[in-house]
């Protein structure tokens, strides 16, 4: 349930109306904007009456919340969620940030070389997977620690935050020590285990869609992490499974207003595993910026041909460096920056 109080309610009455909601056996999400006030209840709210609430004076609005997620839902907190990732904000009105660099850590140098090119070209994060799941076993399986050290390297030398994927609970530590934004990959995107101690962490959670999810399961994965107590969840959409082949997988576009529309979470697009084709990147992605996308994801690698992983949907960083042009008139005319 939804209550929302006058902007100019007293601190005692709303401290009343919270005690008074949490001895009901009710958690209290509050959240405050520039001209609203919203508690939250969560948990069993058909004991409360809308009716009985309504008569405090300084209540404007019940809602009863029929959705199954209370903290990712816009209902909650009517204002975008901004993630602070390093220093780089995702998400709200203004800035659209863009992830860029190898589908892989290879080596410390491979990896300091892409950083430095995706920078240059206007990059703002830098990717790469140490741990890769990859669906034979016989395919590089990543470099693990090792790779999660490199990434700490590159971002020693470029300044740009990295985002790398977690497969494990056992490497939770390697992240939070290293890693500024942590992916949670469309395979693990109902690993309810994973989920809830990523929300313990508290650190940016990058959380792809399962390759068959629906939209209600990928928010109800998002609200396992912000039920263990941490809000910094980003969407990032990276295609479905469907019965087309010409494409890796197939985008869902209509995503974006449709998150925004339910959560108030940020929203990104990985236009390079949505197709599996370099070739379709940069369309797909000026389209994902023009429906209001927060961000892009962008496997860049500045030899593809002799990739470890996902060398056919990198680009090379002068396409990249191209893309990220044409990117810039995209946002600018839907008012937004880049
Ligand atoms: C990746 O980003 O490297 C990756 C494996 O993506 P996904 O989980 O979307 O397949
Ligand atoms: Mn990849």
Not at 199 to 226: D, F, H, N
Not at 290 to 310: K, N, R, T, Y
């Amino acid at each position: 349930m939804i209550v929302t109080l006058k902007k100019q309610t007293p601190k005692t009455e709303i401290n009343r109306l919270t005690g008074l909601f949490e001895s009901r056996g009710l958690k209290i999400h509050f959240s405050e904007g520039d001209n609203y006030i919203v508690l939250g209840l969560v948990g069993d709210a058909t004991q409360l009456s809308e009716r009985d609430i309504l008569a405090n004076e300084w209540v404007s609005n019940v809602q009863r919340v029929g959705a199954p997620y209370k903290l990712a839902n816009r209902m909650f907190h009517p204002d975008d969620t901004v993630v602070d990732v390093g220093g780089i904000k995702i998400g709200g009105h203004e800035k659209i940030a863009v992830i860029a660099g190898p589908c892989a850590v290879e080596s410390e140098e491979a990896i300091i070389e892409a950083a430095k090119e995706v920078k240059e070209a206007g990059a703002e994060l830098l990717r790469g997977g140490a741990y890769k799941p990859r669906t034979s076993p016989y395919s590089f399986q990543g470099l693990g620690y090792e790779g999660i050290l490199d990434l700490a390297k590159a971002r020693e030398i470029t300044g740009l935050p990295v985002v790398t994927e977690i497969m494990s609970v056992d490497h939770l530590e390697e992240f939070a020590e290293n890693v500024d934004l942590i992916q949670i990959g469309a395979r693990n995107m109902q690993n309810f285990d994973l989920l809830k101690e990523v929300g313990k962490l508290k650190k940016p959670v990058l959380l792809k869609r399962g390759m068959s999810a629906t939209i209600e399961e990928w928010i109800m994965a998002a609200e396992y992490i912000m039920a263990s107590g941490n809000p910094n969840v980003i969407f990032c959409e990276r295609g479905i499974r469907t019965f087309e082949k010409y494409t890796r997988n197939t985008l869902d576009l209509a995503v974006i207003p449709l998150l925004k529309e339910k959560t108030h979470l940020p929203v990104i697009i990985d236009p390079s595993h949505a197709t599996g084709d370099w070739k379709l990147i940069e369309p797909v992605a000026l389209a994902a910026i023009a429906a209001g996308a927060d961000g892009l994801m962008i496997e860049v690698h500045p030899h593809p041909e002799c990739a470890l992983s996902d060398g056919a949907q990198s680009l090379k960083p002068a396409k990249f460096a191209e893309l990220m042009k044409k990117a810039r008139k995209v946002a600018n005319a839907v008012g937004r920056d880049l």
